[in-house]
């Protein structure tokens, strides 16, 4: 069974504070690695989609890096504001096109 | 505008009572699963289907069933639910290209069973 860890499970930052949060995964078969983030009543919207060993993506003040020789993921938020708070969930891309979802980590920023 | 919609958003029903939750989604897109959350545990998924007439169980298909007749609909059919299916429901789907590809997700069936 594959399991996608994330840490932490919640998080509270004020407004103005840089973040982080890792997610964990196997690091033998990779194919990919998703960031959604997930707003309480909205459905998840990707924020990325990494591939290789290294990469490093950016959308705004978010951006993510990726490790799939020891098999982890952070997503760092800069300067979070009160709009970043959301529930952050990583998935795993498998075999046969499945993605494996970690539980996520709740991220509130307090005004 | 690009998108997935599920119906029912909300949903109250009683034990073996059958249903249907429709998903549908307008990008032509080759891949769709559905999901269901529950507090403390990630999206698990329930079936999935890799193109119209092809679909497969997930982690946790027991008590549920699908059909893919049509390339845009993949329907959630709970034939006798029961209460320990309560919980929220998203369909999703990816263009061809599989793990690659960012998945799109529908806005969530909240289900109750009494």
Redesign the interface.
Known sequence: ILN?EQSPQSLHVQEGDSTNFTCSFPSSNF??L?W?RWETA?????LF?M?LNGDEKKKGRISATLNTKEGYSYLYIKGSQPEDSATY?C?F??KS????????TKLTVNP | EAQ?TQNPRYLITVTGKKLTVTCSQNMNHE?MSW?RQDP??????IY?S?NVEVTDK?DVPEGYKVSRKEKRNFPLILESPSPNQTSLY?CAS?SRG???????????TRLTVV
Do not use: C, D, I, N
Request: aromatic fraction near 20%; avoid cysteine; proline fraction near 2%.
């Open positions: 996608v194919y990919a998703h959604y909205k459905s998840p919207e990707a989609v591939t969930l998935a891309g498998a096109e499945k993605l494996v979802f970690g539980k996520g | 997935v891949y999901y403390g545990l990630g999206l698990r998924q999935y890799m997930g998203f990816r599989g793990q690659f590809t960012e998945a799109f997700f529908g806005q969530g």
